[in-house]
């Protein structure tokens, strides 16, 4: 699944665009779906969320260092 392009502040206040793919694999249906509409979306909005919060700790001269850890 494609992770949407978003703009994101690194730590020194410097905007990104970041984008990305996600695998995904639903072992139990019936939990994956319990009160949520639409698992997909949810998952994907989850992690553009954590994407923002761990991009937003780190500086960009640190970035790409940390891109391995990211992923």
């Known amino acids: 699944m494609l992770?949407?392009?978003?703009?994101?502040?690194?730590?020194?206040?410097?905007?990104?665009i970041i984008d990305g793919?996600?695998?995904?694999?639903?072992?139990?249906?019936?939990k994956a779906s319990y009160s949520i509409e639409n698992p997909n979306e949810a998952?994907?909005?989850?992690?553009?969320?954590l994407m923002r919060n761990e991009i937003?700790?780190?500086?960009?001269?640190?970035?790409f260092q940390e891109r391995d850890n990211l992923n």
């Open 56 to 63: 937003g700790k780190i500086e960009l001269d640190r970035l």
């Open 3 to 16: 992770v949407e392009r978003q703009t994101v502040i690194t730590k020194d206040n410097v905007s990104l």
């Open 21 to 30: 793919m996600l695998f995904l694999k639903i072992e139990d249906p019936y």
């Open 43 to 49: 998952v994907s909005l989850l992690t553009l969320t």
